[in-house]
T-cell receptor
Framework: KAGVTQTPRYLIKTRGQQVTLSCSPI?????VSWYQQTPGQGLQFLFE???????NKGNFPGRFSGRQFSNSRSEMNVSTLELGDSALYLC??????????????FGEGSRLTVL | GQSLEQPSEVTAVEGAIVQINCTYQ??????LSWYQQHDGGAPTFLSY????GLEETGRFSSFLSRSDSYGYLLLQELQMKDSASYFC???????????FGPGTRLSVLP
């Protein structure tokens, strides 16, 4: 069974540009969440999607947005990129929101560098 | 605010036992998870405690005391491949909204 797939794996952008990252969850998984990982701030929650609806949102500015499609695939978008947005963006999936295992399945991440 | 504390680094030798502590202060608590992350890799799930007590999974065990806002991960019979970063993460509410700790870098020496 394929794991969580994130594309692209690496990308370089310049300040002011925008970027879209994609995540395909494990087949059958309906919940997708996004995290930003940086050396200084660690892993920080961005948002969670379930059934095409945003269920939770972290403390990030409105430049960060996301969506989920009917096939559970998700995208996140960052507009007006800043140098501080350079990070590893991780997508995680789980079967649904009701599970009690606390287990998230993470993808390898998309490493964004903003110049 | 939300805060989790873990030791930044731990060093141990092969075959030893190591305990990584995690204390937390969060608004909302559904459970405590532990994840392992090797350099350049994705975090992988190790264990989850929703109730007080000890959970054992092979060489790894995890403990939770909700009254003390404290948990730990116990790794036994350490192997070189256990060298990695370990994160505790509090599940804050009904969904998959986790607050992660800063991570503990474990180095296992021969």
């Amino acid at each position: 069974k394929a794991g969580v797939t994130q594309t692209p794996r690496y990308l370089i952008k310049t300040r002011g540009q925008q970027v879209t990252l994609s995540c395909s969850p494990i087949s059958g998984h309906r919940s997708v969440s996004w995290y930003q990982q940086t050396p200084g701030q660690g892993l920080q929650f961005l948002f969670e999607y379930f059934s095409e609806t945003q269920r939770n949102k972290g403390n990030f500015p409105g430049r960060f947005s996301g969506r989920q499609f009917s096939n559970s695939r998700s995208e996140m978008n960052v507009s007006t990129l800043e140098l501080g947005d350079s990070a590893l963006y991780l997508c995680a999936s789980s079967i649904d929101r009701l599970q009690n295992t606390g287990e998230l399945f993470f993808g390898e991440g998309s490493r964004l560098t903003v110049l | 605010g939300q805060s989790l504390e873990q030791p930044s680094e731990v060093t141990a030798v092969e075959g030893a036992i190591v305990q990584i502590n995690c204390t937390y202060q969060t608004s909302g608590f559904y459970g405590l998870s532990w994840y392992q992350q090797h350099d350049g890799g994705a975090p992988t799930f190790l264990s989850y405690n929703a109730l007080d007590g000890l959970e054992e999974t092979g060489r790894f065990s995890s403990f939770l005391s909700r009254s003390d806002s404290y948990g730990y991960l116990l790794l036994q019979e350490l192997q070189m491949k256990d060298s990695a970063s370990y994160f505790c993460a509090v599940r804050r509410n009904y969904g998959q909204n986790f607050v992660f700790g800063p991570g503990t870098r474990l180095s296992v020496l021969p």
